[in-house]
């Protein structure tokens, strides 16, 4: 996948999660993390991801409610940083 083929990434605020994005078309919600890495998680609700972005601690809302909860794969990789892994 490319950079381009990404929806909007909104920057966030948070230890693990650099920019958030979502298409509304297909119900999927891209996580880039700050090791550049980008999964995508499908079949998510638009609520959950303004819940999401609404939440006191958005990390701790991810890992609580998205991160196990919906099927994800790794899209993007920062080819510099080595392994290319998540923190997921």
Known sequence: MLE???????AVKSSNIKAVGY????????VRFHNDAVYKYENVPPHTVMQMMGAKS????FYA???KSYQCEQ????EGNGDGEAET
């Open 4 to 10: 381009s083929d990404l929806p909007t990434m909104s």
């Open 65 to 67: 409610q998205i991160r």
């Open 75 to 78: 899209v993007m990789f920062d």
């Open 23 to 30: 298409d509304d078309d297909s119900a999927v919600m891209y």
């Open 58 to 61: 958005l990390g701790s809302y």
